[in-house]
C-alpha cells in the first residue's frame, strides 16, 4: 500500500510538472495543414536515394537530440519526436519547415561551394528545426483552412513571413542544438560567410545580412562544452559521395520556369530561410502562386 502512494505520488508529480513546465504547444490544424501540403503536393519531390533520405534524417535526429538538451521544454512537444527530414530535389539553398513535422532540406544545399561540409549542412537544417520548436508557423499565420488547395496554403507562406525577430531568435537556438549536439560550435557561421560572397544582395523585409548571423552564437548565452563535441554523422569521404549522389537529383538546374509540377513551385516559392532575401527564381515561383483577382459576373449590354 505504502509502495503504492509513493507510485501514485510520483505519476502525479510527473505530471504536475509536466504541466507546469509545458510551454505552447503545436495546434493540431498546423500539423494537419503541414500533413495535407506534404501528401497533396511536395512528397513527389523528395529524393528516392536511400542513403541520402537516411543520412538527411540522421542529422536532423541529432539536432533534435541536441535541442532536447538545450531546450527542453520546447522541444518535449511529442510532435518534435515525429519530424521527418525529407532531402527535395530543387536547386536552392533552402531548408524549410511548413509548420507540423515536415522539414524540406532542398538538394541546392549540397551543392559544391555551399554546404561543403556536414556542419555547414547541419547549421542549415538547425535553423529550420529552431522555427518549428519556436511554433513560427502558426505564431504567423492564420488559422488553417482545410478547404484550401496547396498553393493557396503555399502563397500564405509567401505573404505571412517570419519576422526579422523570429529569424534573430531561429538563429540563436539554431545554434544552441547544433553546439549541444556534437559538432563543431567554431564551423557554425562558415556557411554564412561563404553564402554571404557567392549571393551578394540586400536584404530584404527587415532581415539582417549574412554575417549577422554568425555572431547567432556569441549572443546565445551558451558557452560550448568539449564533452559535448562528437564525431560527425558522415565522415569527409562519405558526406562528399553523398553529395555527389545529392547533385544528380535535380534534373533541371534552372529555375522553376522549366519544372512544371505543382511540388516544384511551392518549393521554389516558399520563403527563402537561408539566404536573407529570395533568388529570382523564387519570385518567379511566388507570382505563379498569386491568387487570380475573381472576374465578376458578365456585364449585359444595355
Ligand atoms: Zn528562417
Known sequence: MVRLLIVASAV???????????????????????QRLHDKALAPAISRDGDLADYVQAVGERLLEGARAAAPDK????????????????????VFTTGGTHVYVYSGLLRPGVCDTEEELAAAMAHAVAHAMNLDVQNTLRDPDPRLPPPAVAWQFVTNRFTPQQEWAADKLAFAMYARAGWDPEQYGNLYLKLGDRYPGRPENGRAPLSYRTEAGRVSGLEP??????????????????????????????????????AQIILWALPNCVLPFDLPGQVQAQELLRPRPQAGPPVEPN
Open 75 to 94: 522541444a518535449a512537444d511529442p510532435v518534435f519526436s515525429r519530424l521527418k527530414f525529407h532531402l527535395v530535389g530543387a536547386e536552392l539553398p533552402n
Open 12 to 34: 502525479a508529480l510527473a505530471a504536475g510538472s509536466g504541466l507546469g513546465c509545458a510551454g505552447p504547444r503545436a495546434k493540431p490544424q498546423f500539423v494537419q495543414q503541414a
Open 225 to 262: 562544452q568539449r564533452r559535448w563535441r562528437q564525431p560527425p554523422v558522415a565522415d569527409r569521404r562519405t558526406f562528399n559521395d553523398l553529395r555527389r549522389s545529392a547533385t544528380s537529383l535535380g534534373t533541371a538546374a534552372t529555375g522553376p520556369a522549366l519544372l512544371a509540377p505543382e
